[in-house]
């Protein structure tokens, strides 16, 4: 996240929830805002504001960053959440997301708690796979711009099993890296330009056509003599 934020420039950045995990710390824009979607969470921690993810209280066309750090997988509607994003963004603005892959061992984890195993995720939320990000961006004309899969070990407790599964991580990120557990993706806004239909009318007034002068001499073709 770090590395993903630090060469982007601007003036106003926002990030939405994820309070603990400073996404901005590494980004230099002057002016720097962190939302909590609700009240409760913003008292325990020192979050600007609270506010819906879905109705954010800035102008249009009026941030240069917009981070969300699992946030997508906690709001009720995740597509309406983007929509305001791209919102508030302004051309060439850029979004961040990280999030859990549904497509992993973690996933299945978590699917495997519908049926009694333990979570390892909160039991809240949806996990959304980076393809399905994919297609809301290109719904909303962004443009994926960098992307990164990681976190390959199975979902385990102990770090005595996490350094048993630690040769997973280099594996993983040659053989299958859309597998990782978590993934980042950075985008950009693109504005679609305007494209003339029709004919193209040129700006100089055209002159009017003179038919070219006729020379008349007592000549006359023999075709049109008198035979007389």
């Known amino acids: 996240m770090d590395r993903a934020v630090s060469d982007i420039f601007g003036f106003h950045a926002l ?3 994820c309070a603990p995990l400073r996404a901005l710390h590494h980004n230099r824009m002057p002016h720097q805002w962190l939302a909590c979607e609700n009240a409760g969470a913003a008292s325990h921690t020192d979050c600007a504001l609270a506010c819906d993810f879905t109705d954010l209280p800035f102008a249009t066309q009026s941030l240069d960053l917009v981070v969300l750090p699992h946030a997508l997988e906690l709001v009720s509607d995740p597509h309406a959440c983007l929509r305001e994003v791209d919102r508030v963004l302004v051309a060439g603005g850029y979004v961040v997301i990280t999030g859990f892959n549904a497509f992993s061992l973690w996933g299945a984890r978590q699917a495997l708690a519908r049926i009694g195993a333990s979570m390892v995720l909160p039991q809240h939320g949806e996990l959304i796979s980076p393809r399905r990000v994919r297609d809301w961006f290109k719904l909303l004309s962004f443009e994926v711009t960098a ?7 199975p979902a385990v407790r102990t770090q005595s099993w996490l350094d048993r599964w630690n040769f997973l991580e280099k594996a993983g990120d040659r053989w299958w890296p ?4 978590a993934y980042v993706m950075v985008a950009t806004k693109r504005v679609r330009s305007m494209r003339l239909v029709g ?3 040129s700006g100089q007034a055209r002159k009017a056509r003179v038919a070219p002068p006729v020379a008349h001499g007592r000549h006359v073709p023999f075709s049109m003599q008198d035979p007389s």
């Open 15 to 17: 990030q939405l929830g």
């Open 147 to 153: 992307g990164r899969y990681g976190c390959y070990r």
């Open 178 to 181: 859309v597998f990782g557990a």
């Open 199 to 201: 004919r193209a009318w």
